[in-house]
């Protein structure tokens, strides 16, 4: 049998999920917590093997939780089932030790399959949460567009205000160069004004 704790802070959804993993002959459902510090405490007296944990709770949230609990009993799988999805909840959730992340409007079949499959070891992601995540890496792993040493001249005067005659006559060169330049740099940062050129180069620290 698989023990689950269910922790989320809605008494009919909970009460849902109990009553979906109820219809599976190999899940028990040892415990029900109302947030996530009584998840945490519930999960140290229980001993589950899987926590089932929504992510947005009182007293203390689900990636919070699921930190305190897997320090505790690193044995314990945790899988996340919330209607959250945001890159941030996602990363945070999965940093801190959940072994799945499925989304609660997923089918039944597919969220007890879940419980199962992390309870064996497995990890398991909602598709869009995996398209999603595949995404955030490829951006973290882009390399920074290069500017030409002229582009990031006419870029730190834009930082600074300077209008496009204001350029042309700071670098001796033409207003038409001057724009471009621009052009060019909104190509290769993929932006479409000024403010977010700027900007978006001071994230990359090319200024």
Do not use: C, W
Request: net charge negative; glycine share 8%.
């Amino acid at each position: 049998m698989i023990r689950v704790l269910v922790a989320d802070d809605h008494p009919i959804v909970r009460g849902g999920i109990v009553g979906l993993l109820g219809t599976a002959d190999d899940i028990e459902v040892v415990g029900e917590a109302a947030d996530g510090a009584a998840a945490v405490l519930l999960a140290a007296e229980l001993r589950p093997d899987l926590v089932l944990m929504d992510l947005r709770m009182p007293q203390l949230d689900g990636a919070a939780a699921t930190a305190q609990i897997l320090a505790h009993n690193p044995d314990t799988r945790v899988l996340v089932l919330t209607t959250y999805e945001t890159d941030d909840q996602i990363l945070g959730a999965i940093a801190a030790g959940a072994s799945g992340y499925l989304l609660k409007a997923a089918p039944q079949a597919e969220i007890i399959e879940g419980v199962r499959s992390v309870a064996g070891g497995q990890t398991v992601l909602a598709p869009v949460i995996a398209a999603r995540l595949v995404q955030r890496v490829r951006a973290d792993a882009a390399p920074a567009p290069r500017l030409s040493a002229r582009e990031l001249q006419v870029l730190r005067l834009v930082a600074t205000g300077e209008s496009n005659p204001q350029i042309a006559r700071s670098l001796f060169i033409g207003e038409a160069t001057v724009k471009t330049h621009l052009l060019h740099v909104f190509e290769k940062l993929g932006v479409s004004d000024r403010t977010r050129a700027v900007t978006l180069a001071m994230e990359l620290r090319l200024l």
